[in-house]
């Protein structure tokens, strides 16, 4: 017997992206973290699970989030903003320390504009030569002086400019947000790892 239902082919069909992946975009965070969730925050150009990318899922919403963002926390941006548009990373103003990309083999990984990994002091004892095992014997052939970078100093720790300067520099803040930014908004911030 015939029907008159339409049937909606399968490409028009757009499901809702959960809360979990907005709030990820917003913070970098994901709470009560499963596979699924898991493969998303780490897979942000690759399609995970069907699942869309979270790229897909920051161009969709960029623009309800940021105006949300911006009005409640004026001078910053969400980590989305930081991973999917910022222009590079935030300008270092000193300190001592070396991010792990700038002298390892490994990627470089940032939060917010601000490198995530750097040289460990267990690292740069090894490079240098002075690493020891459980015996008291040196570990490597390392030589001293051999790995010039150094870890954060907990007494002169990297700082960077604040995420006002960053996006004044660039010109990313808008007219009423740069006029409810006060002068501690553009104080440097510090790198601090246990």
Same mark, same amino acid.
């Given at each position: 017997?015939? *029907?008159?239902? +339409? #049937?909606?082919? #399968? ?5 809702? &992206?959960? $809360?979990?992946?907005? &709030? ?9 973290? =499963?596979? %699924? ?5 780490? !897979? !942000? ?5 069907? #699942? ?7 161009? @969709?919403? @960029?623009?309800? /989030?940021?105006? +949300? ?6 001078? *910053? ?10 222009? %590079?990373?935030? @300008? #270092? ?6 991010? $792990? ?5 490994? +990627?470089? =990984?940032? *939060? /917010?504009?601000?490198? &995530? ?5 267990? $690292?740069? =004892?090894?490079?240098?030569? +002075? ?5 008291? @014997?040196?570990?490597g052939e390392y030589s001293d002086g051999a790995f010039p970078y150094k870890a954060i100093d907990p007494g002169d720790p990297p700082t960077f400019e604040s995420q006002a300067a960053y996006l004044k520099r660039h010109g990313f803040l808008t007219n009423h947000e740069e006029k409810r930014l006060s002068d501690a908004d553009f104080m440097p911030e510090i790198v601090i790892?246990?």
């Open positions: 017997m015939p *029907t008159n239902r +339409k #049937r909606t082919p #399968r490409s028009r069909v757009v499901l809702e &992206d959960p $809360q979990w992946m907005i &709030d990820y975009l917003l913070t970098g965070h994901i709470e009560n973290g =499963s596979f %699924e969730r898991f493969g998303f925050r780490f !897979c !942000c150009d690759t399609n995970v699970f069907g #699942r869309p990318t979270p790229r897909e899922v920051w161009h @969709r919403h @960029r623009d309800d /989030l940021l105006q +949300k963002w911006i009005a409640d926390h004026p001078g *910053t941006r969400p980590c989305a903003w930081w991973k999917f548009e910022s222009l %590079e990373p935030r @300008r #270092r103003l000193g300190g001592i320390g070396t991010p $792990q990309h700038e002298c390892l083999a490994v +990627k470089g =990984s940032f *939060t /917010l504009g601000i490198p &995530d990994y750097w040289v460990t002091p267990w $690292q740069e =004892s090894y490079y240098n030569g +002075k690493a020891l095992d459980i015996h008291g @014997r040196n570990i790892k246990d």
